[in-house]
């Protein structure tokens, strides 16, 4: 037989962290390996469901998380379960007719009224990660209000996009026509981007999942 029996009361996750790998991006050619199991995973997974990490994420550790909070920043959480689909390019000329992945998110009431109060004293919202600004943004009723969701998006960002609620993004250098950097290009202004990928191709920084971040602030509203 090609197949190994097991028992009927074995759960899918089971079975697929018994025969399963992790699933590393396409661009990373080699097999994985057991440090993998670590090395691609960031501090804030609590619920499986994601099929890739949100790489930004990878850049944190606990002790940066307790310094930051010891110096009053405040740290909340969503949950955005990453697809398979964020490593698929763009291929359509008119790429406003680009169809994003389905990928389910929560945005919970406690994060809403955390970023609400933030707002009202003057704060800003820094989000860590392309997938914390798209399920924000998700999130956002016609009012313009953070409201706790629990759905799936297929929201695509790109230039032109009027950002409601994020004020600062840490995010990676991403993959060209991909619609994250489309995103990021929306976020930042497309020139300001561009000049930051330049800066980064000059010297050498490290690109993609296990590469280097940036820092960028909304364009003006």
């Not at 099929?51 to 010891?70: C, K, M, N």
């Not at 990453?82 to 994060?111: C, I, N």
């Not at 399920?135 to 409201?147: C, K, M, T």
Request: aromatic fraction near 10%.
């Amino acid at each position: 037989d090609l197949f190994e029996l097991r028992s009927l009361d074995s759960s899918m996750e089971a079975l697929l962290n018994a025969s399963g790998q992790v699933p590393l991006p396409p661009y990373v050619t080699r097999r994985p390996d057991g440090e993998d199991m670590t090395r691609y995973q960031t501090i804030f997974a609590r619920r499986p469901g994601a099929v890739a990490a949100p790489t930004s994420g990878l850049h944190l550790y606990q002790e940066l998380l307790d310094e930051i909070a010891g110096r009053g920043v405040e740290i909340r959480y969503l949950t955005l379960h990453v697809g398979v689909g964020t490593f698929q390019p763009v291929r359509v000329l008119d790429f406003t007719t680009h169809r994003m992945h389905a990928e389910r998110y929560e945005v919970t009431a406690e994060l809403c009224e955390a970023v609400s109060a933030t707002k009202s004293r003057g704060g800003r919202v820094v989000a860590v990660g392309t997938t914390v600004v798209r399920s924000l943004e998700s999130a956002v009723n016609a009012n313009g209000d953070l409201q706790p969701t629990s759905a799936e998006t297929r929201l695509f960002i790109y230039p032109g996009y009027k950002f409601r609620i994020v004020d600062a993004l840490l995010t990676n250098f991403h993959v060209p026509k991909s619609s994250l950097i489309m995103l990021v290009s929306a976020f930042g202004g497309y020139e300001r981007v561009m000049a930051a990928y330049r800066h980064a191709v000059t010297n050498r920084y490290r690109f993609f999942s296990y590469g280097d971040a940036m820092w960028l602030y909304a364009r003006s509203r």
